[in-house]
């Protein structure tokens, strides 16, 4: 009987706790109406906001605007317009899937401790804007306006205003440099380089880049000229170290005595096809005492005459970078900083000892061991036809030839002399169709056991490795000795 009495008590208990659930229910359901939406809750005018300050977790940022967009913490902060347009642009148009009407628990949305907490002064117009938990069902953000809704929008903030104050920089940015006209070197070398298409002062019909060495012009490499500009257009100023550039920080990163300094002309067109003229310049270096240390590594390798390969674990020492008078300084790789140091002349110049085009030669003159021998070309009159070569009238197969010569490659460039005892290994006088180089004069002459001395017209220019002097010997012997 009194457990029958229990089971009773409990039944009811169990009926009355059903009741109020269901009350509590439909009296939620009616203060809390959830509809779809597809309305813009906030259309906001970027250039009406005077100032934008936000907080989440343990990050908070404020900006104002003085004609331009400042940091409230510091006005010399270089603050980038784009960004902050960026992040009022996400009020620019905003759009909620749904509204919950006549929120009384914002907890459970995640607005009693938003994630993020946005104010934001536009003329006489405050907003206060919080953005709180994902919806589980359909994984949009819930928002807040302070207008007694809560919103699940369209596209989410939090994607925009997760960011810290390195975000808000107005980097550098690096222009395209495809018209350039001049490129002044300073430190790895001193010297300047010119862009002439019209020039006479090459073999090489491709040869666009000059500078001058002991009063001469000298051509450069034009695809290694580019592709130093490709490394240049190619980095990625993001990595900053100060935004005060003055005299002390100068001196910590290097930069008041900068291993190298580039400064590029170029000119461009402008939106109403003006051309105009521009100048880019940067300065590279690394700390002081990085700098001594590598210098004293490098010392010690090349006494020793270690491997060239190099340690994979060998630690990267950082350098600096700075844009013309910038006030800013990145840090940039040990790569990129290798990359922007190959900047000297001798680094920019051709390797092949042979840079006219091959099919320009009419003949040549070779002079091996003591004997010479000459051998002509019939050029062909037409386009499909080769050219025939003749030695002592007799048809040969250029090919070897052709590969040897075009495979002389300088190894380091010199201006040594030959030693008055040096052996002559072998020259050639090369003729050309070419009215400004009609004749190229080659000499090579036995250095050491893996190098010999390559003239270039009488006048020393590189060490050329031995094994492509003796292919070429060989190339010609194949050709004398059938």
Known sequence: MKRAKKLYILLGVLALACIATFILTRMEEEKEQIKA????????????????????????????????????EDDSFPVSEDKINELLGAFENLGAAFTIEDVEDYGQYGLEGPSCTIDIQAGDDTYQIKLGDFSQMDSQRYLSLGDGNVYLVTSDPMELYEVTIE???????????????????????????????????SPCEDDVYFTTLSGSVLPLDTYRVESYLDVLEGLEL????????????????????????????????????????????????????????????????AEA?????????????????????????????????????????????HTEVFTADFDQLTGMDISLEGESYSL?????????????????????????????????????????????DAKEEISLSLYLDNEDFPEIYLAFYRYDGSDCLCLVDGVPTSLVSRSDVVELIEAVNAIILS
Not at 335 to 348: S, Y
Not at 382 to 390: A, F, K, P, R
Not at 398 to 418: M, W
């Open 305 to 349: 005459e270690e491997a060239e390969e190099e340690d994979e674990d060998e630690a990267q020492i950082p350098a600096y970078l700075r844009v013309g008078d910038s006030q800013i300084i990145y840090q940039i790789s040990q790569e990129k900083f290798e990359a922007l140091m190959e900047a000297g002349r001798d680094q920019l110049r």
């Open 167 to 201: 975000d808000m920089i107005e980097n550098d940015t690096i222009p395209t440099l495809e018209n350039v006209s001049k490129i002044k070197v300073e430190g790895v070398d001193d010297y300047t380089i010119t862009y002439d298409a019209d020039s006479h002062d």
């Open 37 to 72: 939406s597809g309305e813009t809750i906030l259309s906001l005018d970027p250039s009406t906001v005077s100032s934008l300050s936000w907080q989440y977790g343990e990050e908070s940022l404020a900006f104002h605007k003085d004609e331009v967009w400042l940091y409230d």
């Open 238 to 301: 993001t990595n900053y170290m100060t935004y005060k550039a003055d005299g002390v920080f100068l001196e910590s990163y290097g930069l008041d005595d900068a291993e190298l300094t580039v400064t590029v002309d170029y000119s461009y067109e402008d939106d109403e096809g003006q051309e105009i003229s521009d100048s880019f310049s940067f300065a590279l270096s690394r700390s002081p005492e990085d700098r001594a240390a590598a210098e004293a590594e490098e010392a010690e390798e």
């Open 376 to 420: 002509s070309c019939q050029k062909a009159g037409d386009e499909d036809e080769e050219d025939l070569w003749l030695y002592v009238e007799e048809e040969f197969n250029v090919s070897a030839l052709q590969s040897a010569i075009e495979g002389l490659r300088s190894g380091s460039f010199t201006y040594e002399k030959p030693a008055s």
